[in-house]
Nanobody
Framework: QVQLVESGGGLVQTGGSLRLSCAAS????????MGWFRQAPGKKRDPVAA????????TYADAVKGRFTISRDNAKNTVYLQMNSLKPEDTAVYYC???????????WGQGTQVTVSP
């Protein structure tokens, strides 16, 4: 089994920054993609960013391009999401995901709340 534990969420003002982290543990495969989804109240869960094992393939949702940066440290089995220039519409629960490719995820974290005040 695999466990994903997110951290770094919180309350920030518009224009501020936060850095989310997600550490994977357990029976992880030798190579895997990781990413982030988010779900705002009353809305569906949407992809935010994803990164392949070697970092050669990275994708972002249009809404966060130029503001968010995804990265990973394979030695630590950890993925990060640096979020800058935050907006109230970024308010959501952010979920870490892991799977065999950036198009398929088998594991989800419990989520961390990000709230951006006007």
């Amino acid at each position: 089994q695999v466990q994903l534990v997110e951290s770094g969420g919180g309350l920030v003002q518009t224009g501020g920054s936060l850095r989310l982290s997600c550490a994977a543990s357990g029976r992880t495969s030798s190579t895997y993609a990781m990413g982030w989804f988010r779900q705002a109240p009353g809305k569906k869960r949407d992809p935010v960013a994803a990164i392949s094992w070697g970092g050669g393939r990275i994708t972002y949702a249009d809404a966060v391009k130029g503001r968010f940066t995804i990265s990973r440290d394979n030695a630590k089995n950890t993925v990060y999401l640096q979020m800058n220039s935050l907006k109230p519409e970024d308010t959501a629960v952010y979920y870490c995901v892991m799977g065999p490719s950036i198009d398929r995820y088998d594991y989800w974290g419990q989520g961390t709340q990000v709230t951006v005040s006007p």
